[in-house]
Every structure is written in structure tokens, then in C-alpha cells.
């Protein structure tokens, strides 16, 4: 799927991550449900994550997300035409959380909306913006992901709360003739919803006292069945994209897989026959953050020198629907040092 000589491409031209300042550390999990750092460590790879303060939600951290981003590209908001959040946990039902993103940066000649596609949410959000790009009717699109998985997590139960974790980031994409969104492909499988999702809070159970009793606002998570979807998933879908664009393993300069658990990460690594080196985990850092895994990971990639001009990268991902999806990109921002 390389592409044709005269054909637009969405090119990432600036970024922005941003993080609660409060770390959540396992030895402070250890206090509150029976589990031990040296579990969560050898089954997930996750020693910390981050997590809101009080009154901040995820268009908080979006925005300062997208203001850094702003920032590092030097342009005024009023520029940006169209900003898409990827997220499961947005400020409200409505408006938006784009909505809420786009008043707080002063856009305002932009519009956008919410992408609800859980772990793969920035995927199929950057996908949208790429093909908003690729069709020559805007220049200047934000894709964000940002979730405060914090807000739906039950605090008692060892299954999940030592798994996620609150952060938002956002990259800028701009018209390119040759850097960008080369290939991608991606996927959704609804019979997989079973295994994780959250009962109430939507018009199926509208929160009541019934719901908030049965602690049906929180997530629901069969880890055994969605670890072995995942392992899979991931995997076939990053070697599915690689192989279709003849990408050898030594083509391929860095993989950023959506971090859920350090295991399902080395599964796709290995089945694409990567390199440590090649691989990019932050997983210790900041555990699950759902939408905000990949463009956290591009944001760090990039200003830690790992990704140059030139480079071929790929993003992928699976969560909860099912869905997953996988992103050949064509790296084309110089390092700022
Ligand atoms: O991003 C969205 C997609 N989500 C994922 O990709 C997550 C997929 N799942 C996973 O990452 C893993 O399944 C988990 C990390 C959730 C669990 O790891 P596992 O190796 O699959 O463990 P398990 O579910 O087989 O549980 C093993 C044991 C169980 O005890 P028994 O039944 O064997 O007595 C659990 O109750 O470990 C127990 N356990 C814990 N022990 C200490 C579960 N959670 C904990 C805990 N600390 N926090």
C-alpha cells in the first residue's frame, strides 16, 4: 500500500503530552488491596501511575496537551480547524470534551467532536484527522487522546485498579507531500465487548442509586479472556501492516504498541522480530492511560532522539470493544536538539 506520487499526506508536525503531577506508586496500591509490587511488576511491567487531583478531568489534561502542542509549532489556535478527542472517560455526556478543549485554547474558527474506541481511541481518531488531511480540505487538524481512567476505576478491586492510569496526549497534523500516515488498518469486533466495558452511566442503566450500589460504574474487566484476545490481536495487526508494506523487521525503527501489560507488548514485538531497541515502553511510567498510550509514547519517542526524520514507525493497539487497529507512518519532524 505505498503511495501514489502526487498524493497528500497527514504529516505529525507538532506534539504535546501532559500528565497528573500525583504519582500512584504499587508500594501505595500494597496498602489499600492484597497485591505486592513484585506481582504487578511481573505480570503487567506497571510500577507507577499518574493520577488527577481533585476537579481535574480529561479536558484538563487535554488541553494542556494541545496548548503544549500549540507551543512547539508556534501557531495561534485560531488556526486549527478541527480537533478530535479519543476518549472513554470524557468531562460529561455532552458537550464534548472537544468541545470543552476548543473553548479552553481559544479555537475558534475550529469544530470537532468525541471518538469513543477505548484503548484503540487515538488510533481510529488519528485515522479520521489523516483522512481529513488526505482529502485537501484542511490543513490544521488536532487528534487528541486523553483519559482519566481514575474516574471509573473501584479503588478495592486488585483486577483493575492497579492497571490504569490518567494522561492525555496530542499531535498536529499537517498536509505533507511525502512524511505521514502511509497505511493503516484497523478493526472492531463488538462480540468482544463482554469481557470489558462499564454497565451504568449510559441510557442502558442510567445512573441511580441501584447502579451506584452495584458499583456498576466502574470497569468491568475479565483480564484472563482479554490478555488472550489481546496477545493476538496486537500481534496480527502490527505484522498484517509491516507485511503489507514490505516492512522487514530491520526497516522498522521504532514500535509503539499501546501499553496494557508489558506481556502483550512483547508478544507483537516478537512476532515482528523487533529489537528491545525498536520497542518503545513507558508502561512503568504511567500504566494504562487508554487513549493516551500511543500519542504519550510518540511525545517521548521523539524528545528523547528515538524517532528522526525518515524513520519508519508503527503505532498499534487493541482494547475494548474489541477493537484494534495498527498505523504505518512515515517519521517526518527533525529533532528539535
Ligand atoms: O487496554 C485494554 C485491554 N486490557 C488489557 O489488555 C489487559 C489484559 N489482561 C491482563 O493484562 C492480565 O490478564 C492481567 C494483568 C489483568 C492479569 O494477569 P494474569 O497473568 O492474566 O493473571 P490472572 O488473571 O490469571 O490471575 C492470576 C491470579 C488470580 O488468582 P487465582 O485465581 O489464581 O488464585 C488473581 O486473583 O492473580 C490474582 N490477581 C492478583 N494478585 C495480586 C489478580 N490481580 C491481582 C493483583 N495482585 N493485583
Not at 14 to 30: D, I, K, R
Not at 106 to 126: I, R, T, Y
Not at 185 to 191: L, N, Q, V
Not at 258 to 270: C, F, L
Request: proline fraction near 2%; glycine fraction near 8%.
Amino acid at each position: 500500500m505505498n503511495k501514489s506520487p502526487d498524493k497528500i499526506l497527514a504529516n505529525i508536525t507538532a506534539m504535546g503530552m501532559y500528565v497528573p503531577e500525583y504519582v500512584l506508586s504499587n508500594a501505595e496500591l500494597e496498602k489499600t488491596v492484597e497485591t505486592s509490587d513484585e506481582w504487578i511488576q511481573s505480570r503487567t511491567g506497571i510500577k507507577e501511575r499518574r493520577i488527577v487531583a481533585k476537579g481535574e478531568a480529561t479536558s484538563h489534561m487535554a488541553t494542556n496537551a494541545a496548548n503544549k502542542l500549540l507551543a512547539a509549532r508556534g501557531i495561534s489556535a485560531e488556526e486549527i480547524e478541527v480537533i478530535i478527542v479519543a476518549t472513554v472517560t470524557p468531562d460529561m455526556m455532552f458537550p464534548s470534551t472537544a468541545a470543552l478543549v476548543q473553548n479552553n485554547i481559544g479555537a475558534k474558527n475550529a469544530w470537532g467532536f468525541d471518538l469513543s474506541g477505548a484503548c484503540s481511541g487515538f488510533l481510529f481518531a488519528l485515522q479520521t484527522g489523516a483522512q481529513m488531511i488526505e482529502t485537501g480540505r484542511y490543513k490544521k487538524v488536532i487528534v487528541i487522546g486523553a483519559d482519566t481512567m481514575s474516574s471509573i476505576i473501584d479503588y478495592t478491586d486488585r483486577n483493575t485498579c492497579i492497571l490504569f492510569g490518567d494522561g492525555a496526549g496530542a499531535v498536529l497534523l499537517e498536509p505533507s507531500c511525502k512524511y505521514g500516515v502511509i497505511d493503516a488498518k484497523m478493526r472492531i469486533d463488538g462480540s468482544g465487548g463482554k469481557y470489558l466495558h462499564m454497565k451504568a452511566g449510559g441510557s442502558l442503566n442510567p445512573a441511580s442509586h441501584d447502579t451506584v450500589d452495584n458499583k456498576m460504574h466502574y470497569i468491568f474487566q475479565d483480564g484472563k479472556s482479554v490478555f488472550k484476545f489481546a496477545v493476538r490481536g496486537m500481534a496480527d495487526i502490527s505484522f498484517d501492516i509491516s507485511e503489507r508494506n514490505n516492512l522487514k523487521s530491520e526497516d522498522i525503527k521504532l514500535f509503539i504498541p499501546h501499553q496494557a501489560n508489558k506481556r502483550i507488548i512483547d508478544g507483537s514485538a516478537n512476532r515482528l522480530g523487533l529489537s528491545d531497541e525498536q520497542v518503545f515502553i513507558n508502561i512503568d511510567k504511567y500504566a494504562n492511560t487508554t487513549a493516551a498510550t500511543i500519542p504519550i509514547g510518540i511525545v517521548e519517542a521523539f524528545e528523547s532522539g528515538r524517532l528522526i526524520k525518515d524513520d519508519n514507525l508503527i503505532i498499534s493497539a487493541f482494547g475494548a470493544g474489541f477493537t484494534c487497529g495498527a498505523m504505518y507512518i512515515k517519521w517526518g519532524m527533525n529533532h528539535a536538539l
